[in-house]
């Protein structure tokens, strides 16, 4: 069985950083390409950056790009460097984990397991 686990969330005012670690538990010799999605109250959740097992490839989204970086220097920790943040970023941050394929993934229903959340809040 494959456990998510995420941290770091907490509340900050705009401009300010936050740094988000995600850890994954699961079989031995599987390794995991991970998603980190936000989610607000009423909305869909959506894709905020990725990284793939060997660490190789990140992607972003374009609301983010530049502001974010998601690193992987060893197999776990992921980390999510979110730098200037502003009020719109505010959201529950979720850490995602897929066992197979190359690359990155950007949909929620690429991955296979999830973490329960860390919420970022940004104030003015």
């Known amino acids: 069985q494959v456990s998510v686990v995420e941290s770091g969330g907490r509340s900050v005012q705009a401009g300010d950083s936050v740094r988000l670690s995600c850890t994954v538990s699961?079989?031995?010799?599987?390794?995991?390409?991970i998603g980190w999605f936000r989610q607000v109250s009423g909305k869909e959740r959506e894709f905020v950056a990725a990284?793939?097992?060997?660490?190789?490839?990140t992607s972003y989204a374009d609301s983010v790009k530049g502001r974010f970086k998601i690193t992987r220097d060893d197999d776990f920790p992921v980390i999510l460097q979110m730098n200037s943040l502003k009020e719109e970023d505010t959201a529950l941050y979720y850490c995602?984990?897929?066992?197979?394929?190359?690359?990155?993934?950007?949909?929620?229903?690429?991955?296979?397991?999830w973490g329960r959340g860390t919420q970022v809040t940004v104030s003015l």
């Open positions: 995602a984990a897929r066992s197979r394929g190359f690359g990155t993934f950007e949909r929620p229903d690429e991955y296979e397991a």
């Open positions: 699961g079989p031995t010799g599987i390794t995991y390409a």
């Open positions: 990284v793939s097992w060997t660490g190789g490839s």
